[in-house]
């Protein structure tokens, strides 16, 4: 069975930084491409970041987060991580991680339909 557990979320002032992580398991991770998707209250789900397997492409990132924030894979401990520096009230959402075993166009990336495996998310509140 497929996992993907995140954590690092919380309750930060504009300016800060933040460290999302999200752990898998069930998979073989060195196969799967990783993404990072967010949704804010009363919008829709948004792509933020996606990181393929090594050898498989480039990293994708949302132009509103270009610069800010930074995907990374750790194979080792099945991980990928968002750091997320510089935030803005506007980057409040619950954060997701999803996996795919497929590594198309960057539309195609970034439109989430690709992701077979999602986790459950973590909140990040940014004030202001």
């Known amino acids: 069975q497929v996992q993907l557990v995140e954590s690092g979320g919380g309750l930060v002032q504009a300016g800060d930084s933040l460290r999302l992580s999200c752990a898998a398991s069930?998979?073989?991770?060195?196969?799967?491409?990783m993404g990072w998707f967010r949704q804010a209250p009363g919008k829709e789900r948004e792509f933020v970041a996606a990181?393929?397997?090594?050898?498989?492409?480039?990293?994708l990132y949302a132009d509103s987060v270009k610069g800010r924030f930074t995907i990374s894979r750790y194979s080792a401990k099945s991980t990928v991580t968002l750091e997320m520096n510089s935030l803005k009230p506007e980057d409040t959402a619950a954060y997701y991680c999803?996996?795919?075993?497929?590594?198309?166009?960057?539309?195609?990336?970034?439109?989430?339909?690709?992701?077979?495996?999602w986790g459950q998310g973590t909140q990040v509140t940014v004030s202001s």
């Open positions: 069930g998979l073989t991770f060195g196969r799967y491409a």
């Open positions: 990181r393929p397997w090594i050898g498989g492409g480039s990293t």
């Open positions: 999803a996996a795919t075993a497929r590594w198309g166009s960057p539309a195609t990336m970034m439109g989430g339909d690709e992701y077979a495996y």
